[in-house]
C-alpha cells in the first residue's frame, strides 16, 4: 500500500495527490504489522553504511499507527521530473522476480557514467541488504537515474525492508546470485564482484566496510521505533547474516 502525497502550502497537511506528488507515504497493512517502522529503520541503515539514501521519517496517523514517508529522488523542488527507470524497464522483464543480480549489474555498467564507482555501490547494497535480511530486492526495486547535469547512475536507495521478519522461510535474494537464490555464500559474492568487474582489493574493502558496519546497524537497532519482539528479531537475522558471510575468515 502506498500513496502519492504532497503538503499542501495553504494548510501545511499532507494531502494525497493524483498529480504534483512529492513524497511517498506507505500506512501500516494489518497483515505486516510495524512494518513502516522496519522500512525507515533499514534505510536509517542504508544512509549510516554511506549510501544515497532520500529524506525519509514516520508520522503519525489519525489512528495512532505510524506511516513511512519517503521524498521522491526523480522529482524536483521546482515539479521537474528527472529521468528514471528500473531495470525491470530497462530490460523489458514480464517478471519482476525472473532475473539475476548479475543481469542488472550488465544493465547498470551498459548504462552508468562512473562504471567502476557504480559496481561497487551496487556490490556494497546487496550485500547490506543480505545482511539486513532484505530478500524481496526485485527488478522493480533498482533503478536507473539521470540528475540535472545529465549523470547517468544509480537510483537513491529504495524498498529497503527486512522481509525476513515477515516471511521467516524466504529465500536469500530475489534474483538469482551466482545461479542461486538461497544458501548463498561469502563466496558467491566474491563471483558476483568478479563479474560486477571490481577489483579484488576494492572486493575485499566493500567486505571489510560490512565487517566495520556491524555494530552500527545493531545500534540503530536498539534505538529504533521498533517493539521489543521486532528488535529482537532483527537483531538474530543481522548476527546470523554475518556469521554465514565471514564463515572461514
Given at each position: 500500500m502506498k500513496l502519492s502525497v504532497r503538503v499542501n502550502p495553504q494548510t501545511a497537511e499532507v494531502e494525497a495527490v493524483a498529480e504534483g506528488g512529492t513524497h511517498i507515504l506507505k500506512p501500516e497493512p494489518g497483515t505486516y504489522p510495524e512494518i513502516p517502522r522496519v522500512e525507515n529503520l533499514c534505510m536509517n541503515m542504508a544512509q549510516s553504511v554511506g549510501f544515497n539514501v532520500p529524506p525519509h521519517g514516520l508520522l503519525a496517523m489519525s489512528d495512532g499507527t505510524l506511516c513511512y514517508v519517503v521524498k521522491r529522488f526523480d522529482r524536483l523542488d521546482t515539479g521537474d521530473k528527472l529521468a528514471s527507470e528500473s531495470a525491470f524497464q530497462i530490460s523489458g522483464g514480464e517478471y519482476k522476480y525472473k532475473g539475476s543480480l548479475e543481469h542488472v549489474?550488465?544493465?547498470?555498467?551498459?548504462?552508468?557514467?562512473?562504471?567502476?564507482?557504480?559496481?561497487?555501490?551496487?556490490?556494497?547494497r546487496i550485500l547490506l541488504c543480505f545482511l539486513i535480511g532484505n530478500g524481496d530486492m526485485h527488478l522493480k526495486n533498482w533503478g536507473i537515474l539521470t540528475d540535472r547535469q545529465g549523470k547517468v547512475g544509480l537510483s537513491p536507495c529504495y524498498d529497503f525492508v527486512s522481509s525476513k521478519l515477515y516471511l521467516k522461510e524466504e529465500s536469500d535474494t530475489a534474483l538469482t546470485l551466482n545461479g542461486k537464490r538461497d544458501k548463498v555464500t561469502r563466496t558467491d559474492f566474491e563471483k558476483l564482484a568478479d563479474s560486477l568487474r571490481i577489483d579484488p582489493k576494492a572486493a575485499a574493502g566493500s567486505f571489510q566496510k560490512m565487517e566495520h558496519a556491524k555494530n552500527t546497524l545493531l545500534s540503530l537497532c536498539a534505538s529504533s521505533a521498533l517493539s521489543f519482539p521486532l528488535q529482537e528479531s532483527l537483531v538474530d537475522v543481522i548476527h546470523s547474516r554475518y556469521a554465514r558471510l565471514l564463515a572461514g575468515l
Open positions: 549489474g550488465r544493465v547498470l555498467r551498459s548504462t552508468v557514467t562512473n562504471r567502476g564507482l557504480e559496481a561497487v555501490d551496487f556490490f556494497e
